[in-house]
């Protein structure tokens, strides 16, 4: 069973282009969120998702910033006109269940803006 | 949200068991003690949870105290590849199903 899949792993983009961050959760999990941790700092929540809906975006920036989760294919974290202080590593996680089970994080995809 | 407190660093020795502290005062009944460790440059990783009784697994021992307003995430013998942020966080539906991270404990091992 494969573990959180997160692509690509590094993504270099000029101001002003736009990020599109990919996120496989493990087989069977229907619970998708993103965090991002900026250099030297914690995580910060950003989004929770459910399949085909978002249940909570509290953390995410109002604007240039969406996540969706398809019924099929991976959770998708768009960034839109990216700006250097969107520099960071942007980490998901997938569980089975909220509350009493564990999440599993993937890798991280270490965004740097240029 | 009920909040956590960890010391901001602890040191051990490699070899020697482990007690990184947390307090939640505010805790609620039906919130779950969750921690979690970070390693260098890699995603968070889950070490253990539970709710009011001890738990044990292949990893570490969580103590929760009889009030639940504290726990003890206690690694039984420190390695150097255990040097890491540890994470305490409640875990419930008073937090909406997601996990908040605070600054956690910075632990180092010394060999």
């Known amino acids: 069973n494969a573990g959180v899949m997160q692509n690509p792993r590094h993504l270099v983009r000029r101001r002003g282009q736009e990020a599109r961050l990919r996120c496989s959760p493990m087989?069977?999990?229907?619970?998708v969120y993103w965090y991002r941790q900026l250099p030297e700092e914690g995580l910060k929540f950003m989004v929770y998702l459910q399949k085909e809906n978002i249940i909570d975006e509290s953390g995410m920036p109002k604007e240039r910033f969406s996540a969706e989760f398809p019924k099929e294919g991976p959770s998708i974290l768009r960034i839109q006109q990216v700006v250097r202080g969107d520099s960071a590593a942007y980490f998901c996680?997938?569980?089975?269940?909220?509350?009493?089970?564990?999440?599993?994080f993937g890798q991280g995809t270490r965004l740097t803006v240029v | 949200d009920a909040k956590t407190t960890q010391p901001n660093s602890m040191e051990s020795n490699e070899e020697e068991p482990v007690h990184l502290p947390c307090n939640h005062s505010t805790i609620s009944g039906t919130d779950y003690i969750h921690w979690y460790r970070q390693l260098p440059s890699q995603g968070p990783e889950y070490v253990i949870h539970g709710l009011t009784s001890n738990v044990n697994n292949r990893m570490a021992s969580l103590a929760i105290a009889e009030d639940r307003k504290s726990s003890t995430l206690i690694l039984h013998r420190a390695t150097l590849r255990d040097a890491a942020v540890y994470y305490c966080?409640?875990?419930?539906?008073?937090?909406?199903?997601?996990?908040?991270f605070g600054q956690g404990t910075e632990l180092s091992v010394k060999p």
């Open positions: 966080i409640l875990a419930g539906f008073n937090q909406g199903g997601k996990l908040i």
């Open positions: 996680a997938s569980s089975g269940a909220t509350v009493n089970t564990e999440a599993f």
């Open positions: 087989k069977g999990h229907s619970h």
